[in-house]
């Protein structure tokens, strides 16, 4: 009976040795930051690129580089000895407990400085929970989710702006459009992937829509891995909105508006929450399909003409990636340079020190490569001076149309139906 | 063999007095966790023989009762422990009555659909938070006996991990009680020959609804463990098929029917994810996918780094097919042999 | 008129379901073994149809039959691997293996093309048809139809061939089939390539109007499931009217409470069937 007790001295070897390890070797001069993204899963992809933001971000601010940001011609954090940010990351996969695993991992054993992530905001919820206990601050470039905030947690800080900005964003344009084309609004229409960032979407919606004169309501949801979408474009389409907002995936996106085409149901017009009615896949699957459709995005190539910085930094990501930045890696890339500058503030590395200078930050929009009026946390931990911009999809091009400061072209409203284009 | 539980238990018990960070503590608190529901789902697949895909959401009636009474009243699963197994309990009855009268595969294929169709009510249910879930508040404990009331204690994973431990123990208690008492061959007749059993007068609706009361009892109260312990609560990590599955799955891996199967399957997969995932998540992280170029070293380089990922179960999925094919007790089965 | 719009609806994505569905019930019927892994061979066929698609320019109906093809040869291979020594084993070890199955292509799918979504973009089924306010998309009613004539070739073949007879021979009894004469081992490697095959048919008919992820089989192929549980496993006439019924009740629920519940609806009517017919409609075993 010698097997089973090898076996079994093995496994517990091996099983303690796993545990044990694990947990980079903290070096002096240096500033941890543990980012935790999806990288495996249904947004593995947009997970993998906006860490890639991340770790540009953070090259930049490393090294010396002749570009117009902010630490980017120092090497490391000027008022720390120039020290040098080091990244450790780690894949949650979507998975709430192994956020708040991710977290604890890496303020215990990996002793960050920092918590960046989380993409999903089922995940940076408990995430950021164990980082308010322990005191470690977290930051958030992306997670849309205004319950975050809300729950007035002290070391929790979201650089983006919420569902509820963007509903808010959306619903000041459609006035806007309907008061100088002189058309009438009843009846708005929410169609949405049923996840947590669909879903915050659909409750601003809710929340918002009578104040600003729709007087019915109809909200369409549809299950996150969804292959077709016929039957809810069928209901949505009896219920005859005159605009329709729209928060879907990549696909989903092309498959949704694939349907109105096939079953002729066009709104006024169709404002899209996210990236996803703007990407290059969209726009060549869908052809001249594509046109008159609005997104709401925190990056557009046309903000080069805006921000200085955005040329430069455009074309780095590009040479890394081999993909044009967008919305969610450009909005990670803001929250990794306002942590940068707020560990140049801060009088120390405690943690209580770095959230103190947090809190106290004020940058400028036009340092930033977003169209942002700048960076500046309420008590709650959120940026009040976020804002995204509209774009609008014509001839095949995506340009920005709202607000007026940031526009490059003038916005079409109502869309022409499907079979007049 | 005989010394190898009680060295195991042992050593389980001072475990997170030897490994006192918190992350390795909390890699053995899910090992533990999911070796109860596997142990839990094992009363219902092994002894009593109804292979079910459903239990997530017995999972789930335990997760979401604790955090909607904990946000609604701040109740914690110390004070409503009860109604989460009365509404198991129903849930049970409620699956069990129809479904049991099916045979076979019918069975397991309408666990699956009643399995989606909860999922479908549960991510639409505003009431439970639809598709965003509940974030049970955090509470700073202000003294042992305010803490033990809300179940939360800080910083401290150990009285979380004592307490999976203790459900890990009763649970496995629970499953042999049945194995080896009357209820338990009366399970061996029905899971043998079910046919013979009916004929002899055995009223096999209620012996199964008993085998689904106690299996869905125990995965409730795992349930309630999670909600306390991880604080969110959504239907994809909570009351989804695909949790059913890895439930059953590690039941299967390591050896249904057998008291310590679904703790090997548990205390090897959970683990080996974790690494898995670690490993990966540093190669993938620092670039070694290569998110662009193309060409034959491109491609190789993507798959070595994991690739897509799902690497652990692409695995499993092959695992599995394998003890399948050769050895359908499990990995425990390979053990058994040996005795 | 939007009634009669969810009529023709139901009607296609029934007919789709028919098809997935027949397939499966051929193989229950044959075997006994209820292949959980069915839906990742439409998976594995639309990926295929995809590559061809970026790679060759083949529109995916042309490969249909490409498809068709490697989907046989691909099921009876796994037959000859997995599935041959299922045969005699318990059902718990049957459903393991095919389940294991079902998680690795799903795995390797996702490992080796990633979760993006692909879409097929235009080929020469696009179009819309517009008959006095009832829409008829190209790639659905094509597929639809597909599915129709294929779903006809499988019962021509089973009723009207030799083959066919001594197949549906085996699935009523192997022992008196093989002492008649029929290699039954033939027969079963048989049955899993014409499964595969039909299934990968209607994965390539599907692959122009359905978004190409390593879920989508298992996703969009669970009603065929249902489908086939309430047309009674064994029966490939109850698979065929199980899956127009579902796509019908889905549609329908849908479109009547709320398109979020059109799939619970789908699952009632399991429930309700089985109550009363605890074999399905017209199930055999």
Redesign the interface.
Same mark, same amino acid.
């Given at each position: 009976?010698k097997? @089973?007790f090898q076996i079994?001295a093995l496994a517990?070897a091996a099983? $303690?040795a796993?545990? *044990?390890s /694990?947990g980079a070797l903290a070096q002096a001069n240096e500033i941890r930051i543990g980012i935790m993204m999806p990288?495996?899963? @249904?947004?593995?992809?947009s997970g993998? =690129?906006t860490? =890639?933001a991340a770790?540009l971000a953070y090259d930049i601010v490393n090294g010396s580089h002749d570009i117009p940001l902010p630490f980017a011609k120092t090497r490391g954090i000027p008022s720390k000895n120039g020290a040098k940010i080091r990244?450790i990351? =780690? !894949?949650h996969? /979507?998975? @709430?407990?192994?956020g &708040?695993?991710i977290a604890?991992?890496m303020i215990?054993?990996d002793k960050v400085h920092i918590l960046q992530g989380a993409f999903h905001?089922?995940v940076a919820?408990?995430a950021s929970?164990v980082a =308010?206990?322990?005191g470690i601050p977290f930051v958030t470039g992306g997670s849309e %989710?205004p319950?975050l905030t809300e729950?007035g947690f002290k070391t929790f800080f979201s650089v983006t702006p919420t569902a509820n900005d963007i509903a808010r964003d959306f619903f000041t344009f459609i006035q806007d459009m309907a008061r100088e084309k002189n058309v009438k609004l009843r009846t708005l229409g929410v169609i949405h992937v #049923?996840? #947590?960032w669909?879903? %915050?979407l659909a409750q601003a919606s809710e929340r918002m829509y009578r104040q600003y004169g729709f007087e019915k309501l109809t909200t369409?949801?549809? /299950?996150a891995? *969804? $292959? !077709?979408l016929?039957?809810?474009v069928?209901?949505l389409?009896?219920d005859t909105p005159d605009v329709l907002l729209q928060a879907s995936?990549?696909? !989903?996106a092309?498959?949704a508006v694939?349907s109105y085409? &096939?079953? &002729?149901f066009t709104p006024k017009a169709i404002l899209a929450m996210g990236a996803s009615f703007a990407t290059p896949d969209f726009i060549? &699957?869908l052809?001249k399909n594509a046109d008159y459709a609005f997104s709401h995005t925190k990056f557009d190539a046309a903000l080069i003409q805006k921000r200085k910085a955005a040329g430069d930094v455009s074309r780095m990501f590009e040479q890394?990636? /081999?993909?044009a930045i967008w919305d969610a890696p450009a909005r990670e890339f803001t929250a990794s340079m306002t942590i940068a500058d707020a560990l140049q503030r801060a009088r120390s590395l405690a943690p209580k020190d770095i959230v103190a200078a947090l809190r106290e930050t004020n940058i400028d929009g036009a340092d930033t490569i977003s169209p942002y009026k700048g960076v500046k946390f309420n008590e709650q931990g959120q940026n009040i001076l976020a804002t995204g911009l509209i774009t609008q999809i014509q001839s095949g091009q995506h340009y920005p149309v709202w607000p007026k400061e940031l526009a490059v072209k003038e916005y079409v409203f109502p869309a022409p139906a499907w079979d007049k284009r | 063999m005989k010394w190898l539980p009680v060295a195991f238990l042992v050593a389980l018990a001072v475990y997170p007095l030897v490994f006192t960070q918190p992350f390795p503590q909390h890699v053995v608190i899910m090992a533990l966790l999911f070796a109860a529901l596997g142990t839990a789902w094992n009363i219902l697949g092994g002894l009593a023989g109804q292979v079910s895909f459903g239990h997530a959401l017995y999972f789930g009636v335990g997760a979401y009762t604790t955090a909607w009474f904990y946000k609604a009243f701040g109740l914690s699963a110390l004070v409503t422990w009860p109604v989460a197994l009365a509404i198991s309990t129903l849930a049970a009855v409620a699956v069990g009555l129809p479904t049991f009268r099916l045979r076979g595969h019918y069975f397991v294929l309408a666990s699956v659909f009643i399995m989606q169709a909860v999922y479908i009510v549960v991510s639409n249910w505003g009431a439970l938070g639809a598709a965003i879930g509940l974030e049970l508040p955090v509470h700073r404990p202000t003294g042992a006996l305010d803490a033990l009331w809300h179940l939360q204690f800080h910083l401290s994973k150990l009285p979380f991990y004592y307490g999976a431990l203790a459900l890990f123990v009763a649970t496995l208690a629970a499953f042999e009680w049945i194995r080896r008492s009357r209820l338990g061959l009366l399970f061996v007749a029905l899971r043998e020959e079910e046919d013979a059993a009916r004929s002899l007068g055995v009223d096999t609706m209620r012996h199964k609804l008993l085998a689904l009361i106690v299996s869905a009892a125990f995965t409730t109260l795992c349930g309630m463990f999670y909600a306390q312990y991880v604080l969110y609560v959504e239907p994809v990590s909570t009351t989804s098929l695909t949790i059913s599955v890895e439930i059953a799955f590690i039941a299967i891996f390591g050896g249904v029917g057998l008291l310590w199967g679904p703790t090997l399957g548990a205390f090897v997969i959970i683990p080996l994810t974790e690494l898995l995932r670690a490993y990966l998540s540093g190669h993938i992280g620092l670039g070694l996918s290569g998110t662009r170029g193309s060409g034959i070293m491109a491609t190789l380089n993507y798959l070595a780094a994991g690739g897509g990922g799902q690497v652990d179960i692409l695995l499993y999925g092959l695992l599995i097919v394998l003890i399948a094919r050769f050895q359908p007790r499990g990995v425990l089965g390979f053990f058994r042999k040996l005795d | 008129m939007i009634y009669a719009q969810v009529l023709v609806d139901g009607l296609i994505v029934g007919l789709m379901f028919a098809l997935v569905a027949m397939g499966l019930s051929l193989i229950y019927g044959v075997m006994n073994i209820v292949n959980f892994a069915h839906g990742e061979f439409m998976m594995l066929a639309m990926y295929l149809c995809y590559f061809l698609w970026v790679g060759l320019g083949l529109d995916p109906i042309a490969s249909a039959p490409i498809a068709a093809a490697v989907m046989f040869g691909f099921g009876v291979i796994l037959y000859r691997l997995l599935a041959r020594y299922l045969l005699g084993a318990s059902m718990i070890a049957q459903m393991f293996a095919t389940f294991g199955l079902l998680l690795f292509f799903q795995a390797l799918a996702n490992f080796l093309w990633k979760a993006d979504a692909r879409t097929i973009g235009d080929n020469w089924s696009t179009g819309l048809l517009n008959l006095g306010g009832l829409y008829f998309n190209g790639p659905e009613m094509v597929a639809a139809a597909g599915a129709l004539v294929t779903a006809l070739a499988l019962f021509w073949f089973l009723n009207r061939t030799e083959t066919g007879l001594c197949l549906q021979a085996t699935a009523e009894d192997p022992q008196v089939a093989s002492l008649m004469g029929i290699n039954t081992d033939r027969m079963y490697a048989l049955a899993w390539g014409l499964s595969a095959a039909t299934i990968g048919v209607a994965g390539a008919l599907a692959s122009t109007y359905l978004a190409i992820t390593p879920l989508v089989g298992a996703n969009w192929a669970l009603p065929a499931f249902v489908a086939v549980a309430i047309g009674g496993f064994g029966s490939i006439t109850g698979a065929f009217w199980g899956g127009i019924i579902i796509g019908l009740v889905q549609t329908a629920g849908g479109f009547f409470t709320s398109p979020s519940y059109k799939l619970l609806f789908v699952y009632l009517l399991f429930l309700v069937v089985v109550l009363v017919r605890p074999h399905g409609l017209m199930g055999k075993r």
């Amino acid at each position: 009976m010698k097997r @089973p007790f090898q076996i079994a001295a093995l496994a517990a070897a091996a099983f $303690s040795a796993a545990m *044990v390890s /694990g947990g980079a070797l903290a070096q002096a001069n240096e500033i941890r930051i543990g980012i935790m993204m999806p990288l495996s899963g @249904p947004a593995a992809r947009s997970g993998q =690129e906006t860490l =890639e933001a991340a770790k540009l971000a953070y090259d930049i601010v490393n090294g010396s580089h002749d570009i117009p940001l902010p630490f980017a011609k120092t090497r490391g954090i000027p008022s720390k000895n120039g020290a040098k940010i080091r990244l450790i990351i =780690e !894949d949650h996969g /979507g998975r @709430p407990e192994r956020g &708040a695993a991710i977290a604890e991992r890496m303020i215990t054993q990996d002793k960050v400085h920092i918590l960046q992530g989380a993409f999903h905001s089922a995940v940076a919820a408990p995430a950021s929970q164990v980082a =308010e206990k322990y005191g470690i601050p977290f930051v958030t470039g992306g997670s849309e %989710s205004p319950a975050l905030t809300e729950r007035g947690f002290k070391t929790f800080f979201s650089v983006t702006p919420t569902a509820n900005d963007i509903a808010r964003d959306f619903f000041t344009f459609i006035q806007d459009m309907a008061r100088e084309k002189n058309v009438k609004l009843r009846t708005l229409g929410v169609i949405h992937v #049923n996840d #947590n960032w669909g879903s %915050s979407l659909a409750q601003a919606s809710e929340r918002m829509y009578r104040q600003y004169g729709f007087e019915k309501l109809t909200t369409i949801s549809y /299950g996150a891995q *969804v $292959s !077709d979408l016929r039957s809810e474009v069928l209901k949505l389409k009896s219920d005859t909105p005159d605009v329709l907002l729209q928060a879907s995936f990549d696909s !989903d996106a092309i498959l949704a508006v694939r349907s109105y085409q &096939a079953l &002729a149901f066009t709104p006024k017009a169709i404002l899209a929450m996210g990236a996803s009615f703007a990407t290059p896949d969209f726009i060549k &699957a869908l052809g001249k399909n594509a046109d008159y459709a609005f997104s709401h995005t925190k990056f557009d190539a046309a903000l080069i003409q805006k921000r200085k910085a955005a040329g430069d930094v455009s074309r780095m990501f590009e040479q890394r990636t /081999g993909k044009a930045i967008w919305d969610a890696p450009a909005r990670e890339f803001t929250a990794s340079m306002t942590i940068a500058d707020a560990l140049q503030r801060a009088r120390s590395l405690a943690p209580k020190d770095i959230v103190a200078a947090l809190r106290e930050t004020n940058i400028d929009g036009a340092d930033t490569i977003s169209p942002y009026k700048g960076v500046k946390f309420n008590e709650q931990g959120q940026n009040i001076l976020a804002t995204g911009l509209i774009t609008q999809i014509q001839s095949g091009q995506h340009y920005p149309v709202w607000p007026k400061e940031l526009a490059v072209k003038e916005y079409v409203f109502p869309a022409p139906a499907w079979d007049k284009r | 063999m005989k010394w190898l539980p009680v060295a195991f238990l042992v050593a389980l018990a001072v475990y997170p007095l030897v490994f006192t960070q918190p992350f390795p503590q909390h890699v053995v608190i899910m090992a533990l966790l999911f070796a109860a529901l596997g142990t839990a789902w094992n009363i219902l697949g092994g002894l009593a023989g109804q292979v079910s895909f459903g239990h997530a959401l017995y999972f789930g009636v335990g997760a979401y009762t604790t955090a909607w009474f904990y946000k609604a009243f701040g109740l914690s699963a110390l004070v409503t422990w009860p109604v989460a197994l009365a509404i198991s309990t129903l849930a049970a009855v409620a699956v069990g009555l129809p479904t049991f009268r099916l045979r076979g595969h019918y069975f397991v294929l309408a666990s699956v659909f009643i399995m989606q169709a909860v999922y479908i009510v549960v991510s639409n249910w505003g009431a439970l938070g639809a598709a965003i879930g509940l974030e049970l508040p955090v509470h700073r404990p202000t003294g042992a006996l305010d803490a033990l009331w809300h179940l939360q204690f800080h910083l401290s994973k150990l009285p979380f991990y004592y307490g999976a431990l203790a459900l890990f123990v009763a649970t496995l208690a629970a499953f042999e009680w049945i194995r080896r008492s009357r209820l338990g061959l009366l399970f061996v007749a029905l899971r043998e020959e079910e046919d013979a059993a009916r004929s002899l007068g055995v009223d096999t609706m209620r012996h199964k609804l008993l085998a689904l009361i106690v299996s869905a009892a125990f995965t409730t109260l795992c349930g309630m463990f999670y909600a306390q312990y991880v604080l969110y609560v959504e239907p994809v990590s909570t009351t989804s098929l695909t949790i059913s599955v890895e439930i059953a799955f590690i039941a299967i891996f390591g050896g249904v029917g057998l008291l310590w199967g679904p703790t090997l399957g548990a205390f090897v997969i959970i683990p080996l994810t974790e690494l898995l995932r670690a490993y990966l998540s540093g190669h993938i992280g620092l670039g070694l996918s290569g998110t662009r170029g193309s060409g034959i070293m491109a491609t190789l380089n993507y798959l070595a780094a994991g690739g897509g990922g799902q690497v652990d179960i692409l695995l499993y999925g092959l695992l599995i097919v394998l003890i399948a094919r050769f050895q359908p007790r499990g990995v425990l089965g390979f053990f058994r042999k040996l005795d | 008129m939007i009634y009669a719009q969810v009529l023709v609806d139901g009607l296609i994505v029934g007919l789709m379901f028919a098809l997935v569905a027949m397939g499966l019930s051929l193989i229950y019927g044959v075997m006994n073994i209820v292949n959980f892994a069915h839906g990742e061979f439409m998976m594995l066929a639309m990926y295929l149809c995809y590559f061809l698609w970026v790679g060759l320019g083949l529109d995916p109906i042309a490969s249909a039959p490409i498809a068709a093809a490697v989907m046989f040869g691909f099921g009876v291979i796994l037959y000859r691997l997995l599935a041959r020594y299922l045969l005699g084993a318990s059902m718990i070890a049957q459903m393991f293996a095919t389940f294991g199955l079902l998680l690795f292509f799903q795995a390797l799918a996702n490992f080796l093309w990633k979760a993006d979504a692909r879409t097929i973009g235009d080929n020469w089924s696009t179009g819309l048809l517009n008959l006095g306010g009832l829409y008829f998309n190209g790639p659905e009613m094509v597929a639809a139809a597909g599915a129709l004539v294929t779903a006809l070739a499988l019962f021509w073949f089973l009723n009207r061939t030799e083959t066919g007879l001594c197949l549906q021979a085996t699935a009523e009894d192997p022992q008196v089939a093989s002492l008649m004469g029929i290699n039954t081992d033939r027969m079963y490697a048989l049955a899993w390539g014409l499964s595969a095959a039909t299934i990968g048919v209607a994965g390539a008919l599907a692959s122009t109007y359905l978004a190409i992820t390593p879920l989508v089989g298992a996703n969009w192929a669970l009603p065929a499931f249902v489908a086939v549980a309430i047309g009674g496993f064994g029966s490939i006439t109850g698979a065929f009217w199980g899956g127009i019924i579902i796509g019908l009740v889905q549609t329908a629920g849908g479109f009547f409470t709320s398109p979020s519940y059109k799939l619970l609806f789908v699952y009632l009517l399991f429930l309700v069937v089985v109550l009363v017919r605890p074999h399905g409609l017209m199930g055999k075993r």
